[in-house]
């Protein structure tokens, strides 16, 4: 999402023409107006562009409204769990540092405030873009920018998979997951996967002997 510097200042002063230099009264008007403009045209409009026009900035209200343009919801729907979740517990279930908990019924879930964010600006560049792989890629650079690096590689099977250096958070993981919002061309499958440590082999992007694990094939 490429947004353009807009100026909203206003200088009232430039207004005055040279006669009336040492107008006195006149000055203190035009002043008078311009501290007005500065509270309620400037600083209003500034608000608003990162509040509500900038999807980077913008607050729960502003969110609200690009949902509407969008039309993308907050509730996000959630199954049940599969019957093969990893669920703890004990007598034969994983536990202690190898399980998570599970969900026993379908229902809704509110997401909070930057999880609508990333599900909205998904939605935003799958809309606009045409979702070839250096199109994502630079949207990618920009939306985990600080966080660390993400990337999407054309399978040439009419898939593509979406990599990632770190580990996404809970909540970034159930919007990429789960919500179906990773841009992609029509009709092309889409995958995800977290590489975020180094792993076993030859050449400058990997450790060997000694110095590095195996990692899994899928």
Known sequence: ??????????????????????????????????QWYDENQEEFWLRWYRDVFNLYTA?????????????????AFVGEAREDYPAWGFAGRKNFGRGNFKRTSAGFLKLGTEGYRLLLQLRYWMLVSRGTAPEINAFLKRLFRGQGQAHVIDCLDMSMMYVFTFAPQAWQHFVLQDM??????????????????STWGF???????TRGGLAAAN
């Open 203 to 209: 050449g400058r992007h990997h450790v060997n002997f």
């Open 180 to 197: 179906d919002a990773l841009p992609r061309p029509a009709g092309v499958g889409v995958s995800f996967r977290v590489v975020n440590r």
């Open 59 to 75: 607050n729960d209200f502003g969110l609200t409204v690009w949902g509407l343009i969008l039309e993308v919801s907050r509730d």
């Open 1 to 34: 999402m490429q947004i353009q510097d807009v100026d909203f200042s206003l200088e009232l002063m430039r207004a005055i023409l040279w006669q009336y230099e040492d107008a006195k009264n006149l000055q203190g008007i035009i002043a008078a107006k311009q």
